[in-house]
């Protein structure tokens, strides 16, 4: 079964740091999605990806994150200057493919720890 | 007003017990409606759809009130490997995601 996957799965950085979360989305979909959830909190919407720009974005998602895709699989989530509170685990999710284009799938996740 | 709200848990039952969860969403746009599950440090897991008409899958069945902006999910015959938690999703067709902060459920022998 076709699945999105995530690397690494633990990405630990100092504060100011810039990192790069890396995810493979299922291949004949065709809307990507970046989420992060903070330790016993609930899951969060960060951006929304189609046609190759941002669709939507919500205000978590200011001038330090970026997303790119920069070839025809991968799908990447950019911190500029990562912060103390930007520590969460972050989600890749993709949909709009098969016979259930409104379900969206997520991938394992990548737990950032920033130091 | 949050625009999911769940009743956090935990809920603990036997196993082979019937448990029901609510949520109720603020947004009367929402189009689409789930049921997900999440294990512990893991992602989330659609587990379900949820149509107006309500739906059933094995021992799980979910059901849609639009009017009352209310989504339900029964649990059927409880199994130790249904514990976790039950995150209540709604969405605007392919958009965005909103989750609510899930309902844990422990079931145990």
């Known amino acids: 079964e076709p699945e999105v996957t995530q690397t690494p799965s633990h990405q630990v950085t100092q504060m100011g740091q810039e990192v790069i979360l890396r995810c493979v989305p299922i291949?004949?979909?065709?809307?990507f999605y970046w989420y992060r959830q903070i330790l016993g909190q609930k899951v969060e919407f960060l951006v929304s990806f189609y046609n190759n720009e941002i669709s939507e974005k919500s205000e978590i998602f200011d001038d330090q994150f970026s997303v790119e895709r920069p070839d025809g699989s991968n799908f990447t989530l950019k911190i500029r200057s990562t912060k103390l509170e930007d520590s969460a685990m972050y989600f890749c999710a993709s949909s709009g493919g098969g016979p259930d284009p409104d379900t969206q799938y997520f991938g394992p996740g990548t737990r950032l720890t920033v130091l | 007003r949050k625009e999911v709200e769940q009743d956090p848990g935990p809920f603990n039952v036997p196993e082979g017990a019937t448990v029901a969860f609510n949520c109720t969403y603020s947004?009367?746009?929402?189009?689409?409606f789930f049921w997900y599950r999440q294990d512990c440090r893991k992602e989330p897991k659609l587990l379900m759809s949820?149509?107006?008409s309500g739906n059933e899958d094995g021992r799980f069945t979910a059901q849609l009130n639009r009017a009352s902006q209310y989504i339900s999910l029964l649990i059927r015959d409880s199994k130790l490997s249904d514990s976790a938690t039950y995150l209540c999703?709604?969405?605007?067709?392919?958009?965005?995601?909103?989750f609510g902060k899930g309902t844990m459920l422990l079931v145990s022998p």
């Open positions: 947004n009367s746009a929402s189009q689409s």
């Open positions: 949820v149509y107006s």
């Open positions: 999703v709604v969405t605007r067709g392919y958009s965005t995601l909103t």
């Open positions: 291949s004949n979909h065709l809307y």
